[in-house]
């Protein structure tokens, strides 16, 4: 991460987390398709909503993780401690909504 910044410098994770979920879901969705056994592959709409849907939610959660870190310094508290369950139960709650939308949009098509 680290190797095209200048020293002390961190990388934009917010990039570089974008840019690593898209692929990361294509072998996901690859992966479930191998392990189910079905012979119709997913459809181009579904793969298309799921990408959208978890794009969304990376940009989301990258951006409230940002602001929400920044709160809880000022605050004086840890933010490993204090962020990590409500960006995970977030995480959650995004996910499934976002998957739901997928199916309902697929339903609809």
Known sequence: ???????GELPDN???CSTLAMPGHLVFIYSI?????????P???FIFF???????????LLGIA??????LWKCGRDPDSFSIPYLTALGDLLGTG???LCF????TD
Not at 33 to 41: D, R
Request: proline letters at 7%; hydrophobic letters at 50%; one cysteine or more.
């Open 1 to 7: 991460l680290h190797f095209h910044c200048p020293l």
């Open 98 to 100: 976002f998957l739901t």
């Open 33 to 41: 398709y191998l392990i189910q056994g079905s012979p119709n592959p």
């Open 14 to 16: 917010r990039r570089c």
């Open 66 to 71: 940002d602001v929400m870190v920044h709160c």
């Open 43 to 45: 459809t181009a709409a």
């Open 104 to 107: 309902l949009l697929i339903k």
């Open 50 to 60: 799921y990408l959208a849907a978890a794009f969304t939610q990376v940009f989301l």
